[in-house]
């Protein structure tokens, strides 16, 4: 008689051997201790940036029942309280750090330091992403509404955790940074490093697939479509053979510029100003401004074939 | 001493200041006033359209222990619960609406309306995505049965959203659609415009990175891969550089077409029924029945090196 | 006066009975019984997994605080909650195919047998996703730390979910493995179906709309970017014209190989040790060890235009 | 430098050692072996009997927006969903007793009995609560409404816990019974033992402190106060010094009776119809119908101290 | 062969019909109509009283890790909240009256009107409650300090719900009112009805069996122990045999008087400023100020028996 | 039009200015500083307490699917997480009381010696609570097993969080005690004070309206019914004024005591062993061992009334 599951025998206490011999070489080859220090939380940071949409548009992405006399007070305690968290995520990834390098600065001041100089940004991060919808709005035909983009339009999810990791990565929290990147990665297929910079009015339609390197630059009133690449030509090792970190490697996109689906731009060239880049456009050397880009040829072959396959 | 964290002085008393500021000049540039309507909510809609999927699907997406006896009111229970939280969000959509184009109609009976005639397409709806997982299951030879489809396959999911989107969207409700749609496009890398008409028996195979825009027509049969795109060409604008909106401008797809993956095809063009299009294909023409489109050549050149790199 | 919604009249009566009509029409189109056997659950799935990733890397992805006392308990703990879960995921795909094939194994204990074999695959799988992370950091400039990468990058999410949906695949429940690698899928946009054997040191950058297919064979050390595809060139057909299921269709990618974003590779052919097939290739021929491929051309044309569009 | 609790060395692995033994020493001790079965659980018969509560009285206590063409559907569902949970407990219950008894009885069918002949019973059971709430609303000047009384008054629910677990008593499972008597228990001071007989028109007012013993027989239209016990004035010991477990040992209380708060009834006395026991009166012996029972004097003294203690 | 539970068959179709039955013969007989008007919910005022006490006492009660910046942004953004959700349980119950008196008033200003006086009340409830903690603690020799008795102590539990629910009832909400005083008596065990009017520094020790009548009048600096009433001797009815409901009919009890455990206290009597009524006393008489009232002799009798039972 | 209420106007900011103004002055008239430091959390002392009986009793009160191969993981497992949680609260308790007398005493270390005595006390504790069971078992006629007196009783429930709460308060956290005693207090109306000693073997009947005060000594084998009072008989004051507190004010109950319902036992007297003391007693002196104590006399009136009220 069975109302229940009853099997077993797993070998648990094998299994718990094991994987523990495993964690103790890896540590040791690693040369590291025990107890690795915490790391910044994914769990944690995607209500934190869930919040920071909220404080910066709270008629659209706040509680939903405000009204002129509780607005203040919900962005003031949405605020304080986020900040707090936000302030412990970025000690987490100072004292990890300063564990791996062997230094035990104090981490609590500087990463206090680092959330007030953030929140300083607020202000600034908010009109960014206003010109980001307005020039959403205005890039698509299919768009009725500045409400309806900031509520539907992928790219605007990915344009809000851009603006927001960008000034963590920037304050010297790249960790914190990156982890809130890849949550607008996973939401939207937008892969957006926190490093790069992007001037105001910036619009990504569709998105899926797009990738935009950590040393790119882009100016004001770009426009990009789903699979573009903004990418690094090759990477450089040194003579170790290590790969050389952060140097600039990725394009310069200047003002105006459009670059239609699935073009991949490579290395650090200049695409002038107004240029449009063309769909499935393969671009490894810079082009000067006003440039109109495209794929060279109809490379297809059609054969009538009445219909079989 | 300290068990916790008291970090502080982030200056709310200044932030909440300036970005009411920031509110209140965004909504007199859009001559707006303070309380705009509240938009319908990704939040609601999410769990509204995973109803929908059970109500139509009750044995494999429905409650985990259903049967004969309970089915039934399962079904009714969950349609009354959902029906009337889609009135609320079809109703929200209207007022907004409403209030933007400064008209005051009542919104609750035409929102009810449409709820009502949504209700109606229910079967129909149920015998399309049948269709759907049939197509996908005949097309895919790594799929064992018609079960795993509909539980695994991103296809389905992306059609039993589009299915349903594409109903509201023709009723009236296109914003409540749309954020349906991108529901799908989150969770899939599938982004269908709701607006687009879409035959039985389609079947989308992994599917991330596919674009299908407002204005296309699919036949039955096709079937289309990975990141191909249905797109547009060019946006017309008119006599002030403002775009055109709602005009054709996305391909016709025949009856039996099959796109393979990375295709990009622009345009008000017509695939004719039954053409195969080939990977990579870059199509801005339409191309008669019967076409095999492929690329011209093999454009790759291939070195031997040797190994090194 | 009204407080609430009173809308109604939604005629779920006649719904109910029409969704039921549908609902025994379909069963009995595919000779099927009333109560179809229950399917494994994405729902269920997904936190078993997350788990896995805890007992694996307790440190990083377990319990926010453990330390040397509790850290043994925490793994043998979840491991035995969640092989009982998974052994109850593995019986109800057994008896789901059973009833399918009219046989009436008992499954219990042949689930029973698959859980504890897989079971003990988990330290293998743990070195195997080890090397994965010491092959992103080795192979992406802005890597800063290995744990970094385990938290942070998608590349991972995929291995882990890949190596955990193969062993199952390998071990006779291959649906179960579906749902884990779809599971993957809708958060990464790497879609690997559990089929492909993978060696160790596979890195994954970016990954947005890779595709990997059920019989690709891959070797050690390769790596991939954004939209790849290891696909099939075409599928067979039986002489009933049905397709020909679970022959060798995909690739075999040997050791050291490299493959830029957006290359396309199809069909059962060899990408030869230490090959490296350039950004956007198009590939159905095998290529001996040591090839550089790339596209022949520069395929683009520029036109200065002096800034308007 | 400590942002987290580093805190341990609590002995975890002698404790557990300690705490196994002790197991197996009380299990060995009550000759039992190491798995006992699973007992109903306290968890899952909560949410049981609030939803039996919202198939009752749905307009009142089920979902809050039902309206007429829905409510049926919310009612099977409901049942059909809580009457299989139920069926589980009941399971649970007789397996115990069967492998207590050493049996091993088949108990799905008998569960699936009691559970059925239970279900049978709710129209009744609604009509009792129903004679509960009138009686209740017409005793108390305080009450407002009848729904004021469902909503608020402890004794009603109590008087729902009692009505239901008095059926599960008497059809074979008193565990389950007792658990859902201790809910209310927990939830009002009001212990009604399962066992107890209670007749319609029932009213407990205010109800903290209330015990009723397991044979205690009450009649039609009794009310009782706080703090009233009807309990047994002795227990019975066999021969070997045992408890007699089962005999009749406690009052019964005949129509229309009123008992006081605080007021003392013990043993198988009988309280005859229509007699008022008055507040904190010690009652062991029976009294004839029309009784009025009152303590015999005003035993207080007064005396006037001038505001001193 | 069987994973789960398969049984059924529990009637659902005819339940669902009898209980139907039931509920309109049971509207009939009300001469109500079908869709009765909702109530105020247990449900939702359970977190409305929480956050008032959050907002009383935000250092305490409030959000774990308040500060100075962030406090009163954490007090207004809580008082808009609950506010709003007050308001609609107010209205609820006015248009619950309004529907039962045959009236449709409108009932949103109204309800605003109650909310908004309400509101004005809190700082007076704080001072209220500041007294009962300060007299807990004076008068308790166990408390160590006032902050333990804020947190603890069921006596602060039900003054916090009493002070609440009085103002409502008496800005006429009693129904909102008397769901608030049965949250704190199945908390605390302690049921003071809404009506009750209590001065300042009131202080119920222990608590459990405590009853306070609608019309009981409570002077400053009263003390109660456990198991106390102060009740209604008994009630009127009028020329038709039914209650009358509404006049004073509980006892008065003047400034520092102290109540001793199970003291029952019954009718319109007034006990006098200062007087102490001992434990287990039974009083229907009133007494002059300075009286200290106990039970006249010592009833109980002692054998010395030897050991045995 | 309305959909959703927009009342308002509550006039928050003067009251979120009142409130704080009452703040400022509280802790001013207390002379306490700003910012309070925390107290221990019943929302977090109540799963802890949950968590340790889910450790003593494994197969009963802990996971549901237990079986050999995990018990000790889980039982390892939840106690190192419990210890870690109970070790920040009664931090929090001990660095509340060094603030408030002025010191400044490092308080973690202290709090791990607190947390680690406790943690080998739990063998104890769980022999402890055995007996009680077995106590519960043999004294009450209704009771059918141990395992539904573990599960149903509330004297157990009360028993388990006194064994746990007098261990801390005799360690020195005699607030985090007092927290698990109102807990239980809350759940079964039983109120026993952390300090008071009980020996093995300890039954509470029913149990609402139990008080057991702070210096009670109770023996073994003691049987207690509900509305049992061991209290204080007055309260001593100092010169002053002052309450004494801490003093021996409570009875000592010797051992196999039977005190039945109701009655009231005051003062530091002794119950001689073996004593029965009957329902209602009042009693305020010692009694020798195998006293008999009862009502002098059936103190009711009967009266034959013929039915009439």
């Known amino acids: 008689m069975s109302l229940s599951d009853t099997a077993g025998g797993w070998g648990i206490d094998a299994l718990v051997a094991e994987l523990r011999d495993l964690r103790v070489k890896s540590l040791e080859h690693r040369q590291r201790r025990e107890h690795p220090p915490k790391l910044p939380s994914r769990r944690i940071l995607g209500p934190i940036v869930d ?69 300083k940004q607020l202000p600034k991060i908010r009109l960014l992403i206003d010109s980001d919808i307005q020039a959403a709005f205005e890039g698509d035909p299919a768009a009725r509404s500045s409400d309806e983009v900031l509520v539907c339009y992928p790219g605007i999810t990915a344009a809000i955790h851009h603006r927001v990791a960008h000034e963590l990565y920037r304050l010297g929290a790249p960790l914190v940074a990156r982890v809130i990147a890849e949550l607008a990665h996973s939401a939207t297929g937008i892969d957006i490093h926190p490093g790069a910079q992007i001037a105001d009015s910036f619009f990504i339609d569709h998105g899926t697939g797009v990738v935009i390197g950590e040393t790119a630059v882009i100016g004001s009133r770009v426009r990009v479509y789903q699979a573009v690449t903004l990418g690094a030509k090759r990477f450089e090792k040194d003579d170790n053979g290590m790969l050389v970190k952060g140097n600039a490697r990725h394009p310069i996109v200047e003002d105006d510029v459009v670059i239609y689906a699935g073009a991949t731009i490579l290395g650090r060239i200049t695409i002038g100003k107004g240029s449009i880049i063309g769909g499935n456009v393969w671009l490894t050397h810079s082009v000067p401004p006003g440039s109109h880009v495209s794929q060279g040829q109809n490379r297809t072959e059609v054969f009538a074939t009445g219909g079989g396959i």
Chains 1, 2, 3, 4, 5, 6 share one sequence.
């Open 51 to 119: 919040n920071l949409g909220a404080v910066l548009f709270p008629n659209r992405l706040g509680q939903e029942d405000l009204n002129d006399e509780g607005i203040d007070y919900f962005v003031g305690q949405t605020l304080d309280s986020l900040l707090r968290q936000l302030h412990r995520q970025v000690a987490l990834e100072l004292r990890f750090v300063a564990e791996q390098n062997g230094t035990s600065t104090e981490v609590k001041h500087q990463a206090a330091e680092i959330t007030r100089e953030f929140a």
